[in-house]
């Protein structure tokens, strides 16, 4: 018993602090807690049933992801994985969902929000009795705050929750930030770092004279065009998401392209990383399929590099980096894709990288002078509007 | 050439002495007594080092003693005495509560060797060759000078013999050296008293304030021999602990050199059945012995010879025999030729002829072999399979195996004082060594594991560790789990008496190694025995058990042996293999509860966050459930995926005992604390009141 009290103590001094302050829900934050409080219901049913609790949680693989052809985006199946409290593999990620539910509604009821590096750190505490840590590290976490987005169909900033900002934008748009007036085309060499939650509550866009969105895959690359000015030149916005964009870019970019009509233009690597990149933007992603109606930008096109402009812009051989086995195991697997399947023109040039034996990245046309992307390369493909689709 | 021609011209030459002749040779040739003989081999009857000596001897004389008890029909009481008289010397006496022996009969039983009564019939017994003790007395003689001593007394009223005999090497008969009688009742007993005789006139009395029993008869025997007393493998008190467990019947009193009493008390009265004698069976003849067979009988026809010298063989088998040796079945066995014989012996083995009655044979009964196991050797897990009888070559011979499992390892028994003691005895070259040498079942992985953790080098004589040497090692022998290390403990017996040497050569270690226990839940590397803690009890009774060699220590493998020792074993391996998987499914059932345990307050903390329920309702809830889950899901499945019932049956014949580590080690005779267990009272029968007897 003595166990019993000392966790219970434990976890209620934070949650007196935090809601001693008095905090006005707003209607979102009502329906949050109501589906959070349900899941607890769940388990008091079962339990004083004598069941064996257990959460149905959508499946986000491969598997439960379904190609939809005529919206040409992925979608969540109906397929769900039983997670069940008495099963030995399971019982403690059960254990990790519901307190990270309960660390949602700590959140919600706060009205503050957290990284999901935060919120693992609220959770994470030794149990009691025992030596072992309810999470282990943040890797640990984040699945299981997804698995919590897709049990109570809630979006991640429903939970009050936002990743780490990656992604930046430059370029001829002016938007409300929280109140605060962002003019995209007066932000020096930095950028306008795309926030984690970019949705029409906390930004809203004010006026955009810019023609088309250019999202290249990094940093560097970016930070080439924006110093040459590209953005001024073409008339443009210009953005990046670090690799892999995090769901606020993808976000922003589905809202420029839905809301403002400006077509989505990328620039990434060519090596199978750059293709699935581009496949997220355009489909959404599998982990996060249920978000794809939100995100996903069916009509983005794919710029470069590609795998025939080693040739076509006469590379030095010394810019060639051979492929390893990881890359072509996963170049294959992104071929046999739906999505990728059926379009000939990707499956030549998934074929045209194997058979080259290489991968380029953006900088590698710098071999052609420093600012042959943005002056000749770019320029080139939208003119000739070579872009694979 | 040249040379040997000079010889043999000139044989009056220095260099050329003739040597010897056929005449001065005769001078020299003469008959060697049976006692020259084995006094100069000596190790053919195990006398070849002091240390076996001193087993050997008593083994003879316990051998002997039991023999006579159950013939007469007595609950044997044994009394071995081991004292230290010199260097090197030890005077071990040996005496019982048996018939007695007849005053004219001591000399020749205990002065003449190949002097018995058990070589010339077929009945099971523990002697057979009636060598043992009367060589022991000549060993005793010829290492000490020391006569041997026999108390014996037939009847309550009738007056006790004393002799010292010594045996006449040259003529194998005894001498006698002093010869009294001892008077009955309380004159005797003064007497027995005032000259030091060597005699226990009692039992030890029922309670501590009744009066004692006095001993209607028995035998003791007294031999001080150059011996050497060690403990360990291959030891008197091995040996004794050993015959304790096959001969549950048997209370002994044993006082080792160091003064130590240890009682290993009887846990039942009921003395085996007593075995009958038997003819041979004709498929267990040589051509050789046939025809001293023949020449002996004072039958006149074959027909009558055939049919009274053998068992199982009626006249129309006779006949058959005879028809196939192209013999007639009157003709006279002594006008039989050679040729005529060697046909007969091939007809015989030809003929079919039924097996031989199996009622001669005694098995020891699997109960019994459970209490006997269960006395001695502390486990959680006892099981015991007596196999029906077979034969092998025409005898009739019975596979028993009792199997212990778990309890206390040897190493964790000791005290540290004993250590010190055992240390200082050893004649082993490294600690590693001495330990496999000294505790039984202690494999070579687990003596390794044993000098690792107590970081000792690993050529380290062990007499000569330092003091904290030696509380390193008690440690780390408390400490190492050595269960997974440790090999089979085998306990081999042959008509009950316990087999300590040889132990690869004979074929119950060979059916054992030969035998896959992993199937059984034991690991084993192949062509070894098996590793854990268990220790197995393989006995075969049989009128003649066929020994590889004169010292009885390890069993020929016969193809019929082995077949009933691989049953036999896998009787015991079958219930071992369903106790290991229950207590796998128990071990996982626990684990599984305290991985769910672990979780259940963080989720009913989490829950009661959630919806404001009370915590301590949920999580009391949950812990229901919990309960019913891992209850259930034992139930449900086994490691194979079969429907395991709970009230799984072992069958017959199996113990287990649940008790702590604590009780296990404080059962008495096991840890060699004098027991007030009065002999005469059958009261040990009550610890055995958990047995399982379905």
């Known amino acids: 018993m003595a166990k019993k009290k000392s966790v219970k103590k434990q976890a209620d001094l934070p949650l007196r602090s935090d809601t001693s302050e008095k905090v006005k829900l707003t209607l979102r934050d009502k329906k949050t807690i109501g589906s959070l409080t349900n899941l607890a219901d769940t388990v008091v049913a079962s339990a004083q049933k004598t069941k064996d609790p257990r959460l149905e949680i959508p499946t986000r693989s491969l598997s439960n992801v379904r190609y ?41 009821e706060s009205g503050k929000t957290t990284s999901i590096r935060g919120l693992y750190y609220l959770m994470k505490h030794t149990i009691a009795g025992t030596k072992e840590e309810t999470f282990s590290d943040q890797a640990e976490s984040d699945p299981i705050i997804e698995d919590l987005e897709v049990l109570l169909e809630s979006l991640r900033e429903e939970l009050h929750l936002y990743a780490q900002q990656r992604g930046s934008m430059v370029g001829n748009i002016i938007l409300n930030d929280k109140g605060d007036t962002i003019d995209c ?23 955009c004279g810019a023609d088309f969105v250019l999202h290249v895959e990094k940093d560097t690359v970016w930070q080439r065009f924006n110093e040459d000015k590209f953005w001024k030149k073409h008339n443009c916005i210009l953005t990046h998401g670090s690799g892999q964009p995090p769901r606020g870019v993808r976000r922003l970019l589905h809202r420029l392209h839905n809301e403002l009509k400006l077509p989505i233009y990328c620039v990434f690597d060519n090596d199978p990383w750059g293709y699935y990149i581009y496949s997220v933007i355009k489909q959404g992603s599998i982990n996060l399929a249920y978000e794809s109606k939100r995100m996903a930008v069916p009509e983005a096109k794919f710029l470069g590099l590609r795998a025939i402009d080693y040739e076509r812009c006469n590379l030095n051989p010394s810019v060639q980096i051979a492929l390893n086995d990881t890359d072509r195991k996963r170049a294959k697997q992104i071929a046999k894709y739906p999505w990728f399947e059926q379009k000939k023109t990707w499956q030549k040039e998934i074929q045209k990288l194997l058979d080259n034996g290489f991968k380029l990245e953006v900088e590698a046309l710098i071999s052609q002078g420093l600012s042959y992307v943005t002056d000749v390369y770019v320029p080139e493909r939208l003119e000739d509007r070579t872009w694979l689709d | 050439m040249s040379t040997i021609e000079a010889e043999m011209t000139t044989p009056s030459s220095p260099k050329t002495k003739r040597r010897a002749t056929a005449e001065t040779m005769a001078k020299s040739q003469r008959e060697i007594s049976v006692s020259e003989f084995f006094a100069k081999n000596r190790h053919l009857l195990g006398f070849d080092n002091p240390r076996k000596a001193l087993l050997t001897t008593i083994k003879e004389a316990v051998d002997n003693s039991l023999d006579a008890c159950e013939e007469a029909g007595i609950v044997p009481e044994i009394w071995v ?51 043992g003790i009367s060589a022991a007395g000549m060993y005793g003689l010829l290492t000490t000078g020391k006569p041997v001593k026999i108390v014996s007394k037939v009847s309550i009223r009738k007056p006790a013999h004393y002799y010292e005999l010594r045996i006449n090497t040259k003529t194998n008969d005894p001498e006698i050296l002093d010869g009294i009688d001892i008077d009955a009742g309380e004159k005797g007993h003064k007497y ?85 004698e038997i003819k041979p069976h004709p498929y267990g003849v040589e051509v050789g012995r046939l ?38 079945t009157r003709t006279h066995g002594k006008k039989l030729t050679r040729d005529d014989i060697e046909k007969l012996y091939h007809s015989i083995q030809a003929t079919k002829i039924s097996n031989p009655s199996t009622d001669c044979i005694v098995p020891i009964g699997e109960e019994l072999l459970l209490k006997g196991m269960h006395q001695v050797v502390p486990a959680e897990f006892y099981c015991a399979a007596t196999r029906p009888p077979s034969v092998y070559r025409g005898n009739p011979f019975l596979i028993e195996v009792a199997l ?68 390193a090692l008690f440690d780390a022998m408390q400490n190492v789990n050595v269960n997974e290390g440790q090999s089979m403990n085998v306990l081999r017996y042959a008509n009950r008496v316990p087999l300590q040497f040889s132990q690869a050569g004979c074929a119950i270690t060979q059916s054992i190694t030969s035998m896959n226990w992993r199937s ?65 499914l128990v071990k996982q059932q626990a684990d599984r509860r305290s991985i769910f345990l672990r979780y259940l ?82 009261g040990s029968d009550e610890a055995f009141d958990e047995m399982e007897d379905e």
Request: proline share 5%; charged share 25%.
């Open chain 2, 601 to 682: 307050g963080e989720v009913a903390t989490a829950v009661s966050e959630l919806n404001g329920c009370d915590r301590q309702s949920v999580y009391d809830n949950l812990m229901a459930v919990a309960q019913k889950k891992t209850a259930e899901a034992d139930m449900k499945l086994n490691s194979s995926g079969k429907l395991v019932d709970e009230t799984e049956d072992f069958g017959d014949n199996v113990l287990i005992v649940e008790k702590t580590t604590e009780e296990l080690l404080n059962r008495p005779g096991a840890n060699g604390e004098p027991d007030d267990d009065e002999p005469l009272n059958d």
């Open chain 2, 520 to 584: 059984y839940g034991l690991s084993q590397s192949r062509g070894n025995v098996p590793s854990g803690p268990v220790t197995l009890m393989v006995h075969m009774a049989s009128v003649w058990v066929p020994f590889t060699s004169e010292s009885k220590e390890a069993v020929a493998s016969y193809p019929e042996i082995q077949k009933e020792l691989r049953l036999g074993l896998q009787a015991v391996g079958r219930k071992l293999g369903m106790f290991l998987r229950k207590r796998q």
């Open chain 1, 185 to 207: 085309s007066r932000m020096g060499s930095g950028g306008y770092g795309i926030p984690s939650i970019v949705e029409a509550d906390v930004i809203q866009f004010r006026e």
């Open chain 2, 192 to 276: 027995i008293a005032d000259h030091g005789i060597e005699w226990v006139t009692h039992y030890d009395p029922k309670t501590p304030d009744a009066k004692p029993a006095e001993l209607r008869s028995g035998t003791r025997v007294t031999i001080e021999l150059e011996a050497k007393y060690q403990r360990g493998r291959g030891s008197v008190d091995e040996y004794l602990e050993q015959t304790a467990i096959a001969n549950p019947h048997v209370t002994i009193h044993y006082l080792d050199p160091e003064n130590n009493l240890r009682l290993y008390s009887r846990s039942t009265r009921k003395l085996p059945p007593e075995p009958i």
């Open chain 2, 404 to 471: 212990a499992y778990g309890g206390a390892v040897e190493t964790t028994k000791i005290t540290k004082e004993l250590l010190k003691e055992l240390l200082s005895e050893s004649d082993a070259r490294t600690v590693r060594q001495f330990l496999i040498n000294t505790f039984n079942g202690l494999g070579a992985d687990a003596a390794d594991k044993i000098t690792k953790a107590s970081k000792m080098g690993a050529r380290k004589s062990p007499g000569k560790l330092k003091p904290r040497e030696i509380d």
């Open chain 2, 291 to 328: 025809i001293t067979m023949l020449k002996e009988t004072p039958e006149t026809t074959i027909s009558g010879f055939l049919t009274n010298s053998f068992s199982r063989v009626s006249n129309g088998i006779a006949k058959q025999i005879c028809e196939g040796a192209k013999i007639g």
């Open chain 1, 68 to 108: 939809n052809k005529s919206q040409r985006i992925l979608e969540m199946g109906k397929n769900t994985t039983a997670r069940q409290l008495f099963n030995l593999n399971q019982a403690k990620s059960y254990m990790q969902t519901m307190l990270a539910a309960a660390g949602c509604k700590r959140l919600v």
């Open chain 2, 81 to 131: 005495h081991v004292e230290q008289t010199g260097v090197n010397r030890y005077k071990a006496g040996i005496q019982d509560n048996g018939p007695g022996i007849m005053k004219k009969q001591i000399p020749l039983i205990f002065g003449k060797l190949l002097y018995g009564s058990k070589f010339h019939r077929l009945r099971m017994s523990r002697g057979q060759q009636g060598i």
